[in-house]
Each structure stands twice: as structure tokens, then as C-alpha cells.
Nanobody
Framework: QLQLVESGGGVVQPGGSLRLSCAAS????????IAWFRQTPEKGRMGVSY????????YYARSMKGRFTISRDNAENAVYLRMDDLKPEDTAVYYC????????????????????WGQGTQVTVSS
């Protein structure tokens, strides 16, 4: 059974950068598309970025495009989210999630498309 573990969160000043990691065990990550989501009490859970199982296709939520970069290393069974120019509104718990299915673009940043989730990592952007 696939298990996902996020890491790399922390406290960073506005304008700073972080790289989140999503490590998989129990199954080959190459069989899954992966998305990053974030959650706050005010806004709930929202999609951040998506990468297809072979890394050929990526999507970003509009407010993250140009600041966040998703990548994957299937040999290492890991997916990464590089976050640059962080803003206080990026403060959230960040989760990675896995989907073994191939979906059209309108589904890839919806939580309902994903059955396997990590436990989350906290990102706090504050001066």
C-alpha cells in the first residue's frame, strides 16, 4: 500500500524559499500522478500543483504559477515542490496526494481525485 510522507516545511520570511519533499514507500511512485494541496482553516483544502506520473505534464493554481515549481524523481520515489517568493498568504499545511488514474485537466487539482494522502507539513511565512 502506498504511503506518502511530506517534509521540508518550516518558518520563512516573506520573499523566501522552501523546497517540500513527498517521499513514497510501499509502491512505485512512477505509477501515480502526484498533486500538492494546501489547507487553512479559512480557505479549506485547495490544489497547488500537479505532475503526471512521467513528469511530462504539470499544472499550477493561478496564484502559484511562476513562483512554485513541481518536479519528480521516480528513481528516488519522490516528488518535490520548490516554492519561491513566498507570501504570508502561502501559510498553510501542505499535503501531497497520489492518483493512479490519468485524468483530464479539470480534475487534477481537485481533492476528490486523490485517494492516498500524506500527513502534511506546515509552512509559515512570517516576518
Amino acid at each position: 500500500q502506498l504511503q506518502l510522507v511530506e517534509s521540508g516545511g518550516g518558518v520563512v520570511q516573506p520573499g523566501g524559499s522552501l523546497r517540500l519533499s513527498c517521499a513514497a514507500s510501499g509502491s512505485s511512485l512512477a505509477d501515480y500522478a502526484i498533486a500538492w494541496f494546501r489547507q487553512t482553516p479559512e480557505k479549506g483544502r485547495m490544489g497547488v500543483s500537479y505532475i503526471s506520473n512521467d513528469g511530462s505534464t504539470t499544472y499550477y493554481a493561478r496564484s502559484m504559477k511562476g513562483r512554485f515549481t513541481i518536479s519528480r524523481d521516480n528513481a528516488e520515489n519522490a516528488v518535490y515542490l520548490r516554492m519561491d517568493d513566498l507570501k504570508p498568504e502561502d501559510t498553510a499545511v501542505y499535503y501531497c496526494a497520489a492518483d493512479p488514474n490519468s485524468r483530464t485537466s479539470e480534475w487534477v487539482l481537485l481533492p476528490i481525485s486523490y485517494g492516498d494522502w500524506g500527513q502534511g507539513t506546515q509552512v509559515t511565512v512570517s516576518s
